[in-house]
């Protein structure tokens, strides 16, 4: 078991009760869509797999390690067994795509040997060889995800979380990606990915997790039930 | 893996730095006019307490000895206020040097004491100053009490009310200076927080990835000990080109003294220059770390 979330809700100041009761598991190597309207929780669930909020009640667990207690200290060492895309890419600008994957790996300490060989694999995995010394505003926005997923993937994660990836991209370009996606999980790695694009779950035959207002309405393994 | 670190934090910050050049520009003149100002207080305040100095260190007390001591007991007096703590010269006046001292004072032409008196009326004393000024009334009632001493004298009242008044200069320049570098710290937090701002996105990608606080910390650390130290050094060339020109051009303001040694002066300036890179560090320390709280 990879994440577990016990019981968990997130009530903001505001009263604002944007997860409530919430508990769930994924296995390693799953592929789980977590699907809702805007303001059903998506952002929130992610918000505390990565603990960047900590929950007001319940026990989150990620590879049996409780993730709520979790020292100021060990936060860095649980952000690196993890990966994030985001919607809107979050790209360094000033960096090229070789500079913005390599970013990655500096941050966390690895060295230029590990570096000079990494980066190229990945970006030939995530399909951008040619690109390499392009900056971001010379990408299209389906390019820029792939820098994206590339950055994310390029530590090794277990767990690739996913907010909206294809938020801001066309339909075809969102195939490209989603096929990307599947790809790197094929190679073992768990996603869990945010989206409320019904037409590319529809085809998905995967795991989908339905909120809606902070609550879990279905859970299915298919995802046949519900589409 | 720390080398390579340290190679990474210097290429980051003089990148930034390069990148950020308004930003750059901003806090070098903001440190630059904060350590001016600094300095410039600091320099009134060393003036003022060498002045302080001078004013306390001029205070003795003068112990007139009894007409009916004789010589031997002169001498034993002289023994008995060496024995009493603090005291740190003492030095004997007869009464003939007093009388000559007394007629330099009233200038030559006008009287003729030695004519006019006759007979030397003053007393042979001892000047006795002390190691510590602020000792001075309390040594003064300990020679009064020794026997064959008529009188004490060490400007009782004033001596009392000088103190009080530097004690009030220093404090007033300690609060001053302390204020100053608060503001100083405010005011170059402010600035390097716009840089900071600039940035914010790179800091909460680092930190998603997985950068420790002192990774993401590291290279604006580096940024502003070199902002500081550049925005100092500019300071003290103005401060020191200013103060050296006032030193040449008058030796002496009024009736003070100015303090113009490079020995000195030298230390106030490098103190200037770590103070400016210790407020630049400071400045960017405290506008990091809200944006580390991701």
């Known amino acids: 078991m990879l994440v577990q979330f016990y019981n968990v809700s997130k009530i903001y100041p505001n009263d604002l009760k944007a997860l409530d009761d919430v508990s769930l598991k994924i296995d390693r190597g799953e592929f789980l869509f977590l699907m809702g309207a805007s303001g059903a929780g998506k952002s929130t669930l992610i918000k505390m797999l990565i603990k960047e909020e900590k929950p007001t009640r319940g026990q989150i667990f990620i590879a049996s390690r409780s993730i709520v207690r979790m020292k100021r200290s060990e936060i860095p060492g649980l952000r690196r067994s993890m990966g994030v895309v985001f919607q809107d890419f979050k790209l360094l600008e000033n960096k090229t795509v070789s500079e913005n994957i390599a970013f990655a790996m500096v941050v966390v300490g690895a060295n230029s040997r590990e570096i000079k060989t990494r980066v190229p694999e990945v970006i030939k995995m995530v399909g951008l060889k040619g690109k390499e010394k392009s900056l971001p505003g010379e990408l299209s926005g389906g390019e820029q995800q792939r820098v994206g997923i590339a950055r994310a993937i390029v530590n090794q994660p277990l767990l690739l979380i996913a907010d909206e990836p294809t938020g801001n991209l066309d339909i075809d370009t969102s195939n490209e990606i989603m096929e990307l996606l599947y790809n790197i999980n094929r190679k073992g790695t768990t996603v869990i990915m945010a989206t409320h694009a019904r037409e590319l779950v529809k085809t998905a035959n995967k795991r989908i997790i339905m909120l809606e207002k902070g609550r879990i309405i279905a859970d299915d393994s298919t995802g046949e039930l519900i589409l | ?294």
Request: net charge neutral.
């Open chain 2, 1 to 294: 893996m720390i080398m390579r670190n340290i190679i990474h934090f210097f290429r980051e910050a003089f990148s930034s730095l390069r990148r950020n050049k308004l930003l750059t520009l901003a806090t070098i003149t903001t440190v630059s006019i904060c350590i001016m100002i600094l300095g410039a207080a600091v320099l009134i305040t060393m003036n003022a307490s060498q002045f302080m100095d001078k004013l306390e260190s001029d205070v003795e007390i003068v112990a007139y000895i009894d007409k009916t001591v004789t010589g031997s007991e002169i001498a034993d007096i002289k023994e008995e206020i060496q024995k009493i703590d603090g005291v740190r010269d003492i030095k004997f006046v007869s009464c003939e040097a007093a009388l000559k001292d007394l007629q330099k004072g009233l200038g030559k032409d006008k009287y003729n004491l030695e004519e006019t008196l006759e007979k030397n009326p003053l007393p042979d004393s001892y000047q006795v100053s002390t190691t510590n000024p602020h000792d001075v009334p309390d040594i003064a009632v300990k020679v009064e009490e020794i026997k064959g001493i008529s009188k004490v004298n060490y400007g009782q009242g004033f001596v009392e009310r000088l103190f009080e008044v530097t004690k009030w200069v220093r404090i007033a320049s300690i609060i001053i200076i302390a204020l100053l570098s608060f503001g100083a710290i405010f005011l170059i937090a402010t600035t390097i927080r716009l840089a900071i701002f600039a940035r914010r996105k790179e800091i909460y990608l680092m930190k998603l990835i997985g950068a420790t606080d002192w990774f993401v910390r590291w290279p604006f650390f580096i940024e502003g000990v070199i902002l500081g130290s550049i925005g100092s050094l500019i300071a003290i060339a103005f401060i020191a080109g200013g103060y050296q020109s006032l030193i040449n051009n008058i030796s002496s303001l009024f009736f003070l003294p100015l303090v113009t040694g490079q020995e000195a002066l030298l230390p106030i300036y490098i103190t200037l220059l770590v103070v400016g890179a210790v407020l630049g560090v400071l400045g960017t320390l405290i506008s990091l770390n809200r944006f580390l709280d991701v």
